[in-house]
């Protein structure tokens, strides 16, 4: 059994104190790899200096909505020179939050950013990790134009069904995580039950979005295997043949070694 957490942020401070222990429990999980996601410049330095040091860790450099400024030229130079490194996989993560931002040229400079990224994913021929809230709107029209030409996923899918229709035929993968188990999750897990295996990929995006029993406190990579199994037994599927089909697509979209 090998599963992969696809989308986590262990970098920070939430892990100061036993980051090594928590790695460890991934393990224990069956979690062979984790990709760490960067969401500011400062974050992404991090991620790709935890990818260098920790054997089972990946990352995907990039800047998250939340984070929104002017980029520069050399904002560009530097993500791309972290992805020289055989660890770094991805441009991520990126995307359009307006759920956080209300104003109107904070969010157009957030789909410049994301435009940007896109661009320099494609000159890299490098997948990216996209962040869609509540802009579901704007985001088709971006991959449907601009993004027309990227590969990747859609992290934490909170879209309708049509939506996910289209991400599918457009080739996108979907990232299932922790709220899937939630008792009030209703139109995500109708979704689930609709998706094709090959095109699933399930992440925690710890230290955020813990699975049921562990709601509320903080997430943790060694937890994929829990949202998994809800996601295979809502599918009725064997969770060993959901868990491999899973981690074999995580592999194909990042370009993983199969060897740990
Ligand atoms: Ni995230």
């Given at each position: 059994?090998?599963?992969?957490?696809?989308?986590?942020?262990?970098?920070?401070?939430?892990?100061?104190?036993?980051?090594?222990?928590?790695?460890?429990?991934?393990?224990?999980?069956?979690?062979?790899?984790?990709?760490?996601?960067?969401?500011?410049?400062?974050?992404?330095?991090?991620?790709?200096?935890?990818?260098?040091?920790?054997?089972?860790?990946?990352?995907?450099?990039?800047?998250?909505?939340?984070?929104?400024?002017?980029?520069?030229?050399?904002?560009?130079?530097?993500?791309?020179?972290?992805?020289?490194?055989?660890?770094?996989?991805?441009?991520?993560?990126?995307?359009?939050?307006?759920?956080?931002?209300?104003?109107?040229?904070?969010?157009?400079?957030q789909r410049e950013m994301f435009i940007r990224q896109l661009s320099l994913a494609r000159e890299l021929d490098?997948?990216?990790?996209?962040?869609?809230?509540?802009?579901?709107?704007?985001?088709?029209?971006?991959?449907?134009?601009?993004?027309r030409k990227n590969r990747g996923v859609i992290h934490c899918f909170s879209g309708s069904w049509e939506m996910?229709?289209?991400?599918?035929?457009?080739?996108?993968?979907?990232?299932?995580?922790?709220?899937?188990?939630?008792?009030?999750?209703?139109?995500?897990?109708?979704?689930?039950?609709?998706?094709?295996?090959?095109?699933?990929?399930?992440?925690?995006?710890?230290?955020?979005?813990?699975p049921q029993p562990y709601r509320g406190k903080r997430n943790e990579p060694a937890y994929v295997r829990t949202?998994?199994?809800?996601?295979?037994?809502?599918?009725?599927?064997?969770?060993?043949?959901?868990?491999?089909?899973?981690?074999?697509?995580?592999?194909?979209?990042?370009?993983?070694?199969?060897?740990?």
């Amino acid at each position: 059994m090998e599963l992969i957490d696809t989308h986590a942020h262990i970098d920070g401070e939430a892990y100061a104190e036993d980051r090594s222990e928590m790695l460890v429990r991934a393990k224990q999980a069956d979690v062979v790899q984790i990709i760490n996601f960067g969401d500011s410049m400062e974050s992404s330095a991090r991620s790709a200096a935890l990818a260098e040091s920790e054997p089972m860790v990946f990352t995907g450099v990039g800047v998250h909505p939340e984070e929104v400024f002017k980029m520069t030229d050399a904002d560009d130079e530097q993500l791309a020179a972290w992805t020289k490194s055989p660890k770094v996989i991805a441009i991520g993560e990126i995307g359009l939050d307006y759920y956080w931002e209300k104003d109107q040229e904070k969010r157009a400079l957030q789909r410049e950013m994301f435009i940007r990224q896109l661009s320099l994913a494609r000159e890299l021929d490098l997948p990216v990790c996209i962040h869609d809230r509540e802009a579901h709107g704007d985001m088709m029209s971006i991959l449907k134009t601009e993004g027309r030409k990227n590969r990747g996923v859609i992290h934490c899918f909170s879209g309708s069904w049509e939506m996910a229709a289209e991400l599918l035929k457009l080739g996108w993968y979907l990232g299932i995580d922790g709220p899937i188990t939630y008792k009030n999750a209703v139109k995500a897990p109708e979704i689930l039950r609709k998706l094709p295996l090959e095109r699933i990929l399930v992440e925690t995006d710890s230290p955020y979005l813990s699975p049921q029993p562990y709601r509320g406190k903080r997430n943790e990579p060694a937890y994929v295997r829990t949202t998994a199994e809800f996601a295979a037994s809502v599918r009725g599927e064997a969770f060993e043949e959901f868990a491999l089909q899973t981690t074999k697509n995580a592999r194909e979209l990042y370009s993983l070694p199969s060897k740990v």
